[in-house]
C-alpha cells in the first residue's frame, strides 16, 4: 500500500511532514515507549528537521523517548560540510536537545566497511528483532531514482542479507554506508520527502513507470508489512 500526500509548496511539505512525523511518534511511544526514526540524508529534508525543532512542534512529543537513526550517511567526518549527521544535528538535533545517548550516528570517520560493521552492531544493540524494524524511516530520491545511498547500477540493490552496508558509488567517486533494501522495507513506516520540479520526470517514472529497481533503486522500497508514503510538493508531483 502507497500514500501519495500532494503539498502546495516545499514549506507545507515541511509542515505536513513535521505534523506526520510527530503523528508516528506518539503512536509509537504509546504503545512501545519510545521511538526510533532513520533520518533521510540530502538538503530536502533540512525544512522539516527545521519545522520539528520550532517551538510549536517541540512541544508536541517527548523528544526524551525519541531514537535517532540515518538511513544513509556519506563516508566523511561528522563535522564535514556534507555530513547527514551535521545537517541534522544543526537543524533539529542540538536545538531539540535530543539527549546524546539518543542519537546513533554513522562513525562515518571510520574506513568505510568499518563503519558499516558497526554500525550493524548499533542497530542489533539497540533493536530485539533482525532486521530491525524501525517505526520510521525517511527516504529522499535522487533524480537519477536513488534513495538512501542505493544508487542505479550498485552492487547493494541485491542485497539480501546484510542490514547496512559500504557501497563505493562510482558516479560521486565516493564511498557511502546504507540501509540495504532488507532493512528499509522491515519498517513499520517508510516515508518519500520529495520536493521540486527537477524531481517530476524521476518521480513519474518511479511511481507509474515500469518496475526496474536496477536502474530506479526507490522502487526497491515496498515495505514487508509497513505503509509506504510519499510527502511530495506540487512541483515534484507535476507529472502524476
Ligand atoms: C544522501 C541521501 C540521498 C538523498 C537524495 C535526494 O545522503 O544524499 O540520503 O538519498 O535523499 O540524493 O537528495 P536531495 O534532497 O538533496 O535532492
Same mark, same amino acid.
Given at each position: 500500500?502507497?500514500?501519495?500526500?500532494?503539498?502546495?509548496?516545499?514549506?507545507?511539505?515541511?509542515?505536513?511532514?513535521?505534523?506526520?512525523?510527530?503523528?508516528?511518534?506518539?503512536?509509537?511511544?504509546?504503545?512501545?515507549?519510545?521511538?526510533?526514526?532513520?533520518?533521510?540524508?540530502? +538538503?530536502?529534508?533540512?525544512?522539516?528537521?527545521?519545522?520539528?525543532?520550532?517551538?510549536?512542534?517541540?512541544?508536541?512529543?517527548?523528544?526524551?523517548?525519541?531514537?535517532?537513526?540515518?538511513?544513509? &550517511?556519506?563516508?566523511?567526518?561528522?563535522?564535514?560540510? &556534507? +555530513? $547527514? %549527521?551535521?545537517?541534522? %544535528?544543526?537543524?533539529?538535533?542540538?536545538?531539540?536537545?535530543?539527549?546524546?545517548? $539518543?542519537?546513533?550516528?554513522?562513525?562515518?570517520?571510520?574506513?568505510?566497511?568499518?563503519?558499516?560493521?558497526?554500525?550493524?552492531?548499533?542497530?542489533?544493540?539497540?533493536?530485539?528483532? &533482525?532486521?530491525?524494524?524501525?517505526?520510521?524511516?525517511?527516504?529522499?530520491?535522487?533524480?537519477?531514482?536513488?534513495?538512501? +545511498?542505493?544508487?542505479?547500477?550498485?552492487?547493494?540493490?541485491?542485497?539480501?542479507?546484510?542490514?547496512?552496508?559500504?557501497? %563505493?558509488?562510482?558516479?560521486?567517486?565516493?564511498?557511502?554506508?546504507?540501509?540495504?533494501?532488507?532493512?528499509? #522495507?522491515?519498517?513499520? $513506516?517508510?516515508?518519500?520527502?520529495?520536493?521540486?520540479?527537477?524531481?517530476?520526470?524521476?518521480?513519474?517514472?518511479?511511481? +507509474?513507470?515500469?518496475?526496474?529497481?536496477? #536502474?530506479?533503486?526507490?522502487?526497491?522500497?515496498?515495505?514487508? #508489512?509497513?505503509?509506504?508514503?510519499?510527502?511530495?510538493?506540487?512541483?515534484?508531483?507535476?507529472?502524476?
Amino acid at each position: 500500500m502507497s500514500i501519495i500526500k500532494t503539498c502546495a509548496s516545499p514549506e507545507d511539505l515541511a509542515t505536513t511532514a513535521a505534523e506526520h512525523i510527530v503523528t508516528v511518534a506518539t503512536e509509537a511511544i504509546d504503545d512501545h515507549e519510545y521511538f526510533t526514526i532513520a533520518l533521510a540524508g540530502g +538538503s530536502t529534508p533540512r525544512g522539516t528537521y527545521e519545522t520539528l525543532a520550532t517551538i510549536e512542534f517541540a512541544q508536541r512529543m517527548d523528544w526524551e523517548r525519541a531514537h535517532i537513526f540515518w538511513s544513509d &550517511e556519506r563516508a566523511v567526518p561528522p563535522d564535514h560540510k &556534507e +555530513s $547527514n %549527521y551535521r545537517m541534522a %544535528y544543526e537543524s533539529m538535533l542540538k536545538p531539540l536537545a535530543i539527549p546524546e545517548e $539518543n542519537i546513533h550516528r554513522v562513525l562515518s570517520e571510520l574506513e568505510p566497511e568499518r563503519a558499516a560493521l558497526h554500525y550493524q552492531d548499533t542497530l542489533a544493540e539497540f533493536f530485539s528483532q &533482525e532486521p530491525a524494524r524501525f517505526d520510521l524511516i525517511l527516504l529522499g530520491l535522487g533524480t537519477d531514482g536513488h534513495t538512501a +545511498s542505493l544508487f542505479p547500477g550498485t552492487d547493494v540493490i541485491d542485497e539480501k542479507k546484510e542490514s547496512v552496508v559500504a557501497q %563505493y558509488v562510482e558516479k560521486l567517486e565516493s564511498w557511502r554506508i546504507t540501509f540495504t533494501p532488507k532493512l528499509i #522495507n522491515a519498517a513499520l $513506516n517508510v516515508t518519500f520527502l520529495v520536493s521540486g520540479q527537477r524531481k517530476a520526470a524521476v518521480l513519474g517514472q518511479v511511481l +507509474s513507470g515500469r518496475y526496474q529497481p536496477e #536502474n530506479l533503486p526507490a522502487q526497491i522500497v515496498r515495505p514487508d #508489512n509497513g505503509i509506504l508514503r510519499w510527502i511530495v510538493d506540487a512541483e515534484a508531483a507535476d507529472l502524476l
